[in-house]
């Protein structure tokens, strides 16, 4: 392998940041917790492991416990699948023809990772026919940074390869800092409010003039930074 393509899932695949945000309000409403006391941006880490030890922290006055972590990793999938018994979700446009165009190339491995919880994350790349078993992916269930969890991504589609070249996309202002932190290329998909500045290689609303040689062509040799080394 020698390009690595690292995919985030809300806003960059599926249409589903603001269902996601709008479902972890509702089931933590239901143990009395206010997950809206700050903007999601202010919280210290965006992933559901981070935004829960925070909430957990703030209104409990403790961190959150691994078996409590799991119980929502079960309640955000009842909560999905519930929604999805009602209604459909959308993908970014022309998400699903471009990951079958990837994995149809030679020398690219792909990688997913998703600050949702793993239960959830499962739920959402199977609309786009992916079986997650097979997949390298990384959730905001086992990592509370961003950080970390791309870097699983990576180590789980590379084994102990180092791809020469990398390219991460993202919808939010915290998948650019993540690139930026860990030395990565940056494509940005402007799906939802946030709207990018400079930085990014390249930033589009949808995937509809970018197949997977357009894509790959974006990718970058990893820049080690103090932070990312």
């Known amino acids: ?39 999601w941006g202010a919280y210290r880490h965006y992933t559901d492991f981070g935004v829960l030890d925070e909430l957990y922290r703030h209104m409990r006055g403790r961190g959150i416990t691994a078996e409590e972590l799991a119980r929502y990793d079960r309640l955000y999938e009842a909560a999905l699948r519930d929604h999805l018994a009602l209604r459909a979700i959308g993908e970014i446009a022309g998400a ?15 990688a997913f990772a998703t600050g949702s919880l793993r239960r959830m994350a499962a739920v959402k790349l199977s609309l786009l026919g992916l079986d997650v078993e097979g ?32 390219v991460i996309l993202g919808d939010g202002k915290w998948d650019q800092v993540t690139a930026e932190r860990l030395g990565l290329a940056f494509v940005a998909l402007e799906t939802g409010a946030h709207v990018f500045g400079p930085g990014p290689v390249h930033t589009i609303t ?23 080394a």
């Open 1 to 39: 392998m020698t390009v690595l393509v690292v995919f985030d899932v809300d806003g960059t695949l599926l249409d589903t940041a603001g269902l996601h945000h709008d479902l972890a309000t509702r089931v933590l409403a239901g143990d009395g917790l206010d997950v809206t006391f700050q903007p």
């Open 96 to 110: 699903r023809a471009l990951l079958a165009d990837l994995a149809a190339m030679e020398g690219v491995a792909v």
């Open 135 to 166: 997949l390298a992916l990384a959730t905001g269930g086992e990592h509370l940074t961003r950080e970390a969890m791309v870097e699983d991504a990576m180590a789980q589609a590379m084994g102990n390869e180092t791809p020469e070249r990398v």
């Open 206 to 228: 949808d995937f509809m003039a970018l197949d997977g040689q357009g894509l790959v062509a974006l990718a970058a040799p990893r820049v080690l930074t103090g932070a990312s």
